[in-house]
C-alpha cells in the first residue's frame, strides 16, 4: 500500500469516526490530518507545520470579504429589505397559478443576490410569504417546499462567500469570475423550481387574490430601486474593477446600513450590537474552519493523495462525461452529511485535478461544486436551510421530503446540465473577459 494511499484512508476514516462521534468539525479535520501524516514526521514537526499552515492559511486580505458579507447580509435580513423585494417579485408573478409560491421563488433570488445566504433567504421570505400563504389557503407542506427548494439560489447568484473559499483553496480563482458564472445556473435552478410549482399549483387550484393597482405598482417599483440598486453598486463595482470583491463586501456593509437606519429606519442603532456579534461569531466559525483545513490541504499534497484518487478514478475510465457523472454523485453524496464550507475545502483539493486533466475549466469546476453541495443545504440530515424553512414554514421534514423530491428531480436536470454545458456557467464570464 502506498503511503498516499494509506494517508488518505487514515484522514477520511478517522474524519469519520469523529464526525459520527460529535466531534466538531474544525477538530476533527485537524486531529484526523496530524495523525496521517504521522508515519511521515515525527509528532513535533508534524504539530508545529499544522499550527503554522493555520495562520498562513488564513492570512490571505481576500478572506476578509467573508466576515464584511456576513455581516451586510445579517444587516439585510432584519433591515426590511425582504418585505420590499416580496412586492416586488409580486409584479411578476401576477396571478398565474401558484402566484404567491412563485413571488416566493422570486423573492429568494433577490434576496440571495443581496445577502448571499441561503439560509437568510429562507427565514426572511418564509416568515413573511408563509402566513399570507396561508390566508388564501395553500398547503403548508407545499408552500414550505417551495421556500426550502428555491432558498439556495443565493449561494449561486453573488455575492457568495462560499464562492471566495472555492477561490482560495483552488489557488487563486478570479471572484469576479466565480460571480459571473454563478448568474445562470442559479438563475435556471430557481426558473426548474418555478416549473414544479407551476403544476402542483394548477392540480391544487391555487390561485392569488391580490391585484396591485397602476399607482400600488409603481410605488412597489420605486420601494424597492435602493435594494436592487445595491446589486448594481456592489457586483458592478467588482466586476468593471471599480473595487475588489474585499472593497465591495465593505461597501455592502455601508450601503446596508444607510439603507436600513437612514432611509428605511428598520433598524436602530441600539441594535446594531447585536448584529455586530451575531457576524462576528458566524466569521470565526468560518475563518477558523479554513484555517484548519490549510491543515489537511497540506497533508494531503505532501502525500500526494490528489494524485492518487486522480489515477484511480482515471483507471475507471477516461470518459470525461462518466468522471463528471462520478464526481457529480460523490458531492451529493458528501452534500448530505457535511456543510458546505469544510466539503468545499476539503474536495476540491481532490477534485479539481482530475477536472484539469480532463480539459475542464476550473471556474466551470468551481459552479458545478458549489451547485452540488448547495443541494445538500436542503437535504437531510444536515441541511442547514431545509431545517430553518421547516422550522418557519411549520411543518415537520418527513411531511416536506415528499413534495421536495419532485424539486430534486428538477434540480438535478440542471446539475447536469450546468455539468455537462460548459458555457452555461463560462458564457458570462467570458463575456466580461474573464476566460
Not at 471572484?175 to 459571473?180: D, E, G, I, N
Not at 445595491?230 to 455601508?254: D, K, L, N, R, Y
Not at 451575531?278 to 493523495?305: P, R
Request: glycine letters at 10%; a positive charge.
Amino acid at each position: 500500500m502506498s503511503i498516499a494511499v494509506f494517508c488518505g484512508l487514515v484522514i477520511f476514516v478517522l474524519l469519520a469516526v469523529m464526525l459520527l462521534a460529535g466531534v466538531p468539525i474544525a477538530i476533527a479535520l485537524a486531529v484526523s490530518s496530524i495523525c496521517a501524516i504521522l508515519p511521515v514526521l515525527n509528532l513535533g514537526a508534524s504539530v508545529l507545520t499544522g499550527a503554522q499552515r493555520i495562520f498562513s492559511g488564513i492570512s490571505v486580505f481576500s478572506l476578509l470579504a467573508i466576515p464584511f458579507f456576513i455581516l451586510a447580509g445579517n444587516i439585510m435580513n432584519k433591515g426590511g429589505i425582504a418585505i420590499r423585494l416580496i412586492n416586488f417579485a409580486k409584479l411578476f408573478t401576477g396571478s398565474i397559478p401558484g402566484a404567491l409560491a412563485h413571488t416566493n421563488a422570486v423573492a429568494n433570488m433577490l434576496f440571495g443576490a443581496i445577502s448571499g445566504s441561503g439560509t437568510a433567504a429562507a427565514s426572511a421570505m418564509g416568515s413573511i410569504i408563509g402566513p399570507i400563504e396561508d390566508e388564501e389557503g395553500y398547503d403548508r407542506d407545499f408552500s414550505a417546499a417551495a421556500n426550502i427548494a428555491t432558498a439556495p439560489t443565493g449561494l449561486l447568484i453573488p455575492p457568495s462567500n462560499v464562492m471566495i473559499t472555492f477561490s482560495l483553496v483552488s489557488g487563486g480563482t478570479s471572484v469576479a469570475a466565480l460571480f459571473m458564472a454563478g448568474y445562470i445556473p442559479g438563475i435556471l435552478w430557481g426558473l426548474a423550481c418555478m416549473v414544479v410549482i407551476y403544476f402542483f399549483a394548477r392540480k391544487k387550484g391555487y390561485r392569488s387574490t391580490e391585484r396591485y393597482t397602476g399607482s400600488e405598482k409603481v410605488k412597489v417599483f420605486f420601494q424597492a430601486i435602493p435594494c436592487l440598486f445595491m446589486i448594481i453598486v456592489v457586483i458592478g463595482g467588482i466586476i468593471s474593477g471599480i473595487f475588489t470583491a474585499t472593497e465591495g463586501s465593505v461597501v455592502a456593509v455601508v450601503y446596508s446600513m444607510v439603507l436600513s437606519i437612514f432611509f428605511y429606519k428598520s433598524i436602530k442603532l441600539r441594535e446594531l450590537p447585536k448584529i455586530f456579534l451575531d457576524s462576528a461569531e458566524m466569521t470565526g466559525i468560518i475563518i477558523f474552519l479554513i484555517g484548519v483545513s490549510s491543515i489537511m490541504s497540506w497533508v494531503m499534497a505532501f502525500t500526494g493523495i490528489p494524485t492518487a484518487v486522480s489515477e484511480a478514478m482515471l483507471g475507471i475510465s477516461t470518459n470525461r462525461y462518466v468522471i463528471l457523472f462520478i464526481i457529480n454523485i460523490l458531492l451529493l453524496i458528501v452534500g448530505t452529511f457535511m456543510d458546505m464550507t469544510p466539503a468545499c475545502l476539503i474536495f476540491t483539493p481532490i477534485f479539481l485535478p482530475i477536472c484539469r486533466a480532463l480539459g475542464m475549466n476550473t471556474i466551470h469546476f468551481g459552479i458545478m461544486m458549489i451547485f452540488n453541495l448547495c443541494i445538500g443545504t436542503i437535504t437531510p440530515p444536515v441541511g442547514t436551510t431545509l431545517f430553518v424553512g421547516v422550522k418557519v414554514g411549520k411543518t415537520k421534514i418527513e411531511q416536506v421530503i415528499r413534495p421536495l423530491l419532485y424539486y430534486f428531480g428538477a434540480i438535478f436536470i440542471v446539475l447536469m446540465l450546468v455539468s455537462y454545458i460548459p458555457q452555461l456557467s463560462l458564457w458570462l464570464p467570458g463575456l466580461m473577459g474573464y476566460v
